[in-house]
């Protein structure tokens, strides 16, 4: 037999174990040839011998599903499994009982209680979903040939993985796989913590503030006895010992202060003529010259000019003295910065809360301006201190009293540094930083404007706007205030969102100006260190959405020569490890929490992946138009007692939600993902806006997500659906649906026909589709539905592998009392989009939900939807909620209700037979002489609709006609309007003229085209192409999200794939509908969008990485073979459902040609200096 290759979650957990079943067989028998078989010479499996055995098992007239059964279905032998001594081919009992009796016998035995082969299984009706999956006709011709005691053994002491489709399994007998990999998981995860107790420094450190706890208060009482010694032993007076040794590690890697400041115990404050003498002394020592730690054993034994060397542990350079230096031990272990680490950007998104410069919690706003202040921001930036230090201590000479030294040590002036950075922090001037740096027109003007557009649906999307300033190349000196322009003619357009933003030069000048304010110039480096700062922030701020800063973006450029803090006297070891944590602690703790804490930062729905930043007033001001808006569209504000009456009696809460910029006006979405908490007696408020005292709990009430709970109903209403599919009219969900209705519609269209006749095409969308759903009459539309009594949920998981580890995902599959268990419902629960992965039923209590539970979930969701916007709820009274599990399914039953009582009665009655051929103005390019042997016939039309928008085609312009205006009309019991700016048609009416301006789109030589849910569909032959016109007003790079991090070439050569992948749908490339010259051209438009985002993307990544030419060929070459493997897959293995099968008729290398033609048409034109 070929040898198949195994999933990967198998070859993780078991390797070379998991082979197919056939090969599994031939593997326990004993393959010997003997006169003696118990088959009495009619031969058996085991008496065929070593080469028949295989010609036995698999013959040639085999069915195709017993084949993929011995081929695909992968077995994994228990550890414990005895041995099979002998073999008998003979079948006694019949397959059905067999299954039964030994599932049956499996749950006897104790030792075999968690077999899934045993779970679900009903002993009164003896049948489970399993028992229907063993006893397939396939499974029955494999116990003919190989009998009963080798199927029971297979049963009994094997894991059995069958096939599904889409490249995933199904286990179905043997240990739950999903248990092993738990174990497994707890074994790491204790070893893990074993080595953590064996390597302390790598667990997190606790901050210094903490309680103590009884053995650091022991610690800081030897702590102290050891200060009072070395203060009797030299002539450094006690502040300066204070002042030196702020820190102090001992053997157990843990930090305490001075004898001067405990860290345990009540502090007590010093009087203020102590602080002033104190502040006098410190301020006399400080100086800004640095040399290295000095160490000593008495006043009369100075060691001078000796250097810390960093590649001996940085031990102090005083060999003959048993003495160390604390302000080296400092710098004892400091922990490198990983290069791959990244800066945390999600912080910075969807922020309302208002505060000073940075968020409230930020550390900054916690600290004095004062050494224990200072030496918690050393903390924070610079990690952990010393370990591992067993010999006597000895504190910096700094002061200016000795006559030795005249500078401070390098510790001792970055605390320094820091205090005067925490000062700054305290006084800086930010909101008059930020008026000078992001000045932005107020809102406030022309509300009427911004008004009728605001939360407006989809209209005139059309209509562009001016191009912002172009953003590239930015320099420091390019950082300037840049004030947008508010002429009287372009005002106008600037109380719009999508005009009122922020441009990222202008945020970037405003970081730089509040890095120039607060942090001192030391810590900032040479003024030539400024230019690679500000560069490094911008290529931080203009990130697209999904896109990572790594620590090595941060360093991109930065020299330690920049940094005079640094001299030569120390290793460049220390200096290099001091540098990076600096700068990553600017970028990740400064710079982000500052933009987040004055920006609100989102995407736009035009601009894809990038990202815009709007001033917090700015922003507010937008949400209260948008809340002016919600209150004129039928929403209610609710106060605090009516949200939490209406969430008291119910498991879910209400849902956030947040705006999107759109080209005019923005969009609302509900995020119905999120569990909530709600305070029991504080105000509802977002959490950034209500003062709680500090450390006070507060009492919440928990409440799951929106989503989670009407997971059930989705599940009831998918059945439904799938048992009644007229119920959703002309719904289709994807390109599979189109496909399948689509292809058998014109192949009778081209075979009714002896000349192919003219067709009228329609295409519109439903104005406010979500929006405008009368919700009563919804509730009667589902009121029909035949609800069973109640419904049984089981839970399955899913194994599935990820680059680094095995997920295992939970789902609940659909049963009823009334229905046999189906397999369908097994294989039905698997995610369509889920990654390759073996499903595992679980042996769990099925949970009972009655019909009256789910009646009243869906009740709630519909009539008494809850909103949050900003600090204000609202109840929803018109509409569905967005972004709900159910929402398209509520909205594809309630317009295909619609459809089924209005719509198609209507469109039966505008296709009446003609008594002769309809003349010339029927068609678009044809004459009537054309048609002059035809007589009679009926029109023909198909009607689809992918949520709200629809499309009709027609071989009648008298129906075509009729329904177009039955359409503009609208249908006033379902609340249910079409956009005007939506209409597209390909033919005139002498009534209303003028109309699809928006969906028509003309090319050069005269053919036109109508665009519908991403497709591009010829008005006269009806073939289809992909739409990229959405690519011509936005640029193509904001589409893209490069990968830094990990191996930037691999996950390149991945991009190029997931490029293609969409475009590889056989209603491309199959020629029932298309000619072979549009075949071609799909092939090559796809070639070349992929080209130029291949462009793009090394674009930006040549800052950091730059590959080989032979490495970009074996990319693009890549691409080439995969298009070519997915088209021919899909291609050949769609299911239509009916009689007709898709033809390819296209080569390999056809092609490959097109795919290089189109490369390199692209890459002549954008000449890049990456490639």
């Known amino acids: 037999m070929k040898k198949r290759r195994v999933p990967e979650v198998l070859w993780r957990l078991f390797h070379n174990r998991a082979r197919t079943l056939g090969d599994t067989i031939l593997s326990l028998i004993p393959l010997k040839t003997s006169p003696n078989c118990s088959c009495k010479g009619r031969r058996c499996l085991g008496c065929v011998g070593e080469d028949g055995a295989t010609s036995f098992l698999l013959r040639e007239k085999d069915p195709d599903d017993y084949r993929k059964l011995l081929n695909h279905c992968f077995v994994v032998v228990s550890d414990h499994a005895p041995l099979l001594r002998s073999y008998d081919p003979h079948c006694r009992w019949p397959h059905l009982e067999l299954v039964r009796r030994t599932i049956e016998m499996t749950i006897s035995e104790q030792c075999s209680s968690s077999d899934i082969i045993s779970f679900g299984y009903d002993k009164m009706s003896r049948f489970s979903d399993t028992v229907e999956l063993l006893t397939s006709p396939s499974w029955s011709l494999l116990l003919k040939r190989i009998g009963d005691v080798l199927m029971v053994y297979l049963l009994k002491n094997t894991s059995i993985f069958l096939r599904l489709p889409r490249n995933k399994h199904h286990q179905v007998a043997g240990v739950p796989i999903s248990d092993l990999c738990l174990k497994s998981h707890l074994h790491i995860s204790a070893a893990t913590y074993k080595s953590s107790l064996l390597h302390p420094e790598s667990r997190k450190k606790r901050s210094v503030d903490e309680v103590c706890s009884p053995t650091r208060k022991k610690m800081c009482i030897r702590k102290k006895c050891v200060m009072e010694k070395l203060s009797t032993e030299t002539t450094v007076s006690a502040e300066a010992n204070s002042a030196c040794c702020e ?146 201590v000895a504190p910096c000479v700094h002061s200016s009293n000795c006559n030795l030294v005249t500078s401070s040590c390098l510790y001792h002036s970055i605390i320094k540094l820091l205090k005067s950075l925490i000062r700054k922090a305290h006084q800086c001037q930010h909101l008059r930083l930020l008026k000078k740096h992001c000045s932005a027109p107020s809102l406030d003007q022309g509300t009427k404007s911004i008004t009728a557009v605001i939360l407006e649906g989809n209209k005139s999307e059309a209509s562009m706007f001016a191009n912002d300033c172009p953003e590239s190349g930015l320099a420091h000196s390019d950082f300037k205030s840049e004030n947008c322009n508010t002429t009287p003619e372009s005002q106008s357009s600037l109380l719009e969102p999508t005009k009122c933003y922020c441009l990222k030069k202008q945020v970037v000048s405003f970081v730089w100006a509040v890095c120039r304010s607060i942090i001192p110039i030391d810590l900032l480096g040479t003024p030539s260190n400024w230019r690679v700062l500000t560069n490094n922030m911008y290529k931080l701020v203009k990130l697209r959405r999904f896109e990572k800063f790594t620590s090595k ?62 001033r917090k007033p700015t922003w507010e001001n937008i949400i209260s138009k948008a809340v002016t808006c919600l209150r004129d569209q039928g929403y209610k504000e609710l106060t605090a007692a009516s949200v939490r009456k209406i969430i008291r009696s119910r498991s879910f809460g209400f849902s956030k939600v947040r705006l999107l910029p759109k080209r005019r006006g923005v969009r609302m979405l509900a995020n119905l993902k999120a569990s909530l908490k709600l305070p029991v007696n504080h105000p509802l408020q977002p959490r950034g806006q209500r003062k709680i005292g500090p450390g006070r709990n507060v009492k919440c009430h928990s409440y799951k997500s929106v989503n989670e709970v009407l997971k059930d109903l989705h599940l009831v209403l998918k059945h439904i659906v799938a048992k009644e599919p007229e119920r959703l009219g002309s719904s289709v969900f994807d390109y599979n649906d189109v496909y399948k209705r689509l292809v058998p519609f014109l192949s009778n269209l081209k075979s009714g026909f002896s000349v192919e006749p003219g067709v009228f095409i329609i295409v519109s969308d439903v104005e406010r589709a979500f929006d405008s759903v009368d919700q009563d009459k919804l509730l009667s539309v589902l009121g029909d539905l035949n609800l069973e009594d109640e419904y049984i949920f089981s839970k399955v998981v899913q194994v599935v592998c990820t680059k680094k580890s095995l997920r295992i995902p939970q789902t609940w599959t659909l049963g009823s009392k009334k229905n046999v268990p189906n397999p369908a419902n097994v294989r039905s629960c698997l995610p369509t989009h889920s990654l390759r992965g073996i499903l595992v039923k679980q042996q769990v209590q099925g949970r009972k939900v009655r019909k009256e539970q789910l009646q009243n979930d869906l009740k709630e969701h519909i009539k008494r939807n809850v909103l949050q916007l900003g600090i204000k709820f609202f109840l929803q009274s018109v509409g569905i909620p967005q972004g709900s599990v159910l929402s398209s399914l509520l909205c594809s039953l309630y317009y295909g209700h619609l459809e089924n009582s209005v719509i198609f009665p209507f469109l039966e009655k505008a296709c009446k037979p003609a008594p002769a051929f309809p003349s010339e103005e029927s068609f678009l390019d044809d004459t009537a002489a054309r048609y002059n042997h035809l007589v009679t016939y009926k029109s023909k039309y198909l009607l689809l609709r992918y949520i709200d928008d629809l499309l009709f085609i027609s071989t009648s312009k008298e129906q075509a006609s009729k329904f177009l205006s039955r359409l503009q009309r609208g249908f006033r019991s379902y609340n249910c309007n079409m956009n005007e700016q939506k209409f597209g048609t390909n033919f005139q009416m002498n009534i209303l003229p003028g109309l699809g301006s928006d969906r028509l789109y003309m090319v050069e030589d005269g053919t036109s085209f109508l665009r519908w849910s991403g497709l591009f569909i010829n008005c006269s032959t009806l073939e289809i192409q992909a739409d990229y016109t959405r690519y011509l007003n936005s640029p193509l790079s904001s589409a893209l999200t490069v990968g830094w991090l990990n191996k930037p070439g691999r996950d390149l050569k991945a991009k190029l794939c997931c490029y293609l992948r969409p475009k590889c749908h056989p209603i491309f490339y199959d020629s029932n509908i298309n000619s072979a010259v549009v075949v071609r051209l799909n092939i090559y438009q796809a070639f070349l969008l992929c080209g130029m985002k291949f462009h793009c993307y090394i674009s930006d990544l040549s800052c950091l990485y730059r590959f080989s030419t032979k490495f970009y060929a074996d990319a693009l070459g890549k691409s080439l073979r995969y298009m070519n493997k997915l088209i021919k897959k899909r291609m050949f293995s769609f299911k239509t459902g009916s009689d007709f099968r898709p033809i390819l008729q296209v080569g390999k290398g056809e092609i490959e040609w097109l795919g290089l033609t189109a490369y390199i048409q692209v890459l002549k034109r954008k000449q890049s200096s990456a490639l």
């Open 553 to 614: 973006q941060c360093m991109r450029k930065v020299k330690l020569a920049s940094y005079p803090l640094l001299s030569d006297e120390y290793s460049f070891l220390l200096k290099h490890k001091l540098l990076e944590r600096w700068i990553f602690w600017l970028f990740s703790s400064f710079v982000v929490p500052l933009v987040q804490a004055n920006f609100y930062v989102t995407e736009a729905e035009h601009e894809k992946q990038d990202i815009f930043y709007y």
């Open 247 to 392: 820190l102090l590690p001992s053997s157990e890697g843990q930090c305490y202060s001075n004898t001067h400041t405990p860290s345990c115990g009540k502090r007590k404050r010093q009087y203020k003529w102590q602080r002033q003498r104190k502040l006098r002394q410190l301020k006399a020592r400080e100086t800004h010259f640095l040399i290295p730690c000095l160490n000593f054993n008495s006043k009369d034994n100075w060691s001078v000019n000796l250097k810390c060397d960093v590649s001996l542990n940085l031990r102090p350079p005083l060999e003959k003295a048993n003495a160390w230096c604390s302000c080296c031990l400092v710098f004892e272990t400091l922990p490198e910065v990983k290069k791959d680490i990244q800066i945390n950007r999600q912080t910075m998104f969807y922020k309302l809360e208002s505060s000073s410069v940075f968020p409230s919690k930020h550390i900054l706003n916690s600290l004095k301006p004062n050494s224990s202040g200072a030496t918690r921001l050393f903390k924070e930036i610079f990690g952990s201190l010393g370990v591992n230090v067993t010999t006597q």
